[in-house]
């Protein structure tokens, strides 16, 4: 067994950072064709950082068990902040996920994709040929319209909330909120790590209103 690093390039940190930042994917990709798909980079104040591009690689580090990785140590606190949800290990990870985790279940993400369509497909129809594009405004404003097009986390009735209770995973928790301004102020009291900001979903009013049935009158 080698503690080897992989290759990367060997352009001083201070090089790599200004290539890094001033066309990040391109500078990955270009590292990709010149060294594989696992290849070390190496930023000024940063531990070296091991890049995957290979499929079978990255399932590699996805089935490492929690105590086998840190994500703290891992992670960059300059662009996430330190108590990031993708930077937090142990119960604090687990506490933060269940809170944000709901409106994310697998049997919802289905609905989500043609409201993501629609929105991105909007977004492109109002650009033109030739046009310079600032891409993250527009990946903004369609996650803006996405996130209150779909679920949120109020209002809730009744019947929604033992679905929400059943529905939950491996993480158990009380939903003891009926609006949405009253779970995010469930937040603030626990305190939560990611910053949170929602509308209230049309298909959460919806189905507070009418019910989960197909109504079309």
Known sequence: MTNALPPGPSESPFVQAAQFGQAPYAFLERLGRRFGPIFTIRLPGDPPRIALSEPALIRQVFALKPEQISAARAGFPVNFGERSLLLLDGEAHRRDRALIMPPLHGERLPGYARTMRDATVRALDA?????????????QGVTLEVMGEGDSM???????KRLAVQRLGDIKYPINWTSLDEYLRVLE??????????FIGSATARIHVLGEGDVRS
């Open 127 to 139: 650009l033109r040929p030739g046009e310079e594009v600032d891409l993250l405004p527009l990946l």
């Open 154 to 160: 109020g209002p809730l009735n009744p019947g929604m």
């Open 189 to 198: 009291a626990k305190g939560v790590s990611v910053n949170v900001a929602s």
